[in-house]
């Protein structure tokens, strides 16, 4: 299981809040569509992404990770520079 490594999204979101980070958004790459979920914008944090933090763990869209996909976070500039998309995820192993 991966599982969205929140310590890892908050850090980088935080990082990029002084280099014109417009939006930050999590899901599972390889269902994008279904999975993502917007974590921050200019305006601030996401407050139902805030009160889903579980530990070490985040709930997004209803689940904390995958076993099949791969976590990202993507990052959206409002310069318009090319947006960044980041894997964000701890392996099950590393909990045990």
């Known amino acids: 299981m991966k599982y969205y490594d929140w310590e890892m999204i908050k850090g980088v979101i935080e990082d990029s809040m002084a280099d014109q980070l417009a939006e930050a958004t999590v899901g599972i790459a390889e269902d994008w569509g279904a999975t993502a979920d917007m974590v921050w914008d200019v305006d601030g944090w996401n407050e139902r992404i805030l009160r889903a933090i579980d530990g070490p763990?985040?709930?997004?869209?209803?689940?904390?990770?995958?076993?099949?996909?791969?976590?990202?976070?993507?990052?959206h500039y409002l310069d318009g520079r090319p947006s960044k998309y980041i894997e964000c995820y701890i392996e099950e192993r590393d909990f045990q």
């Open 57 to 75: 763990y985040v709930w997004v869209v209803g689940t904390r990770g995958s076993r099949w996909g791969t976590p990202m976070l993507h990052l």
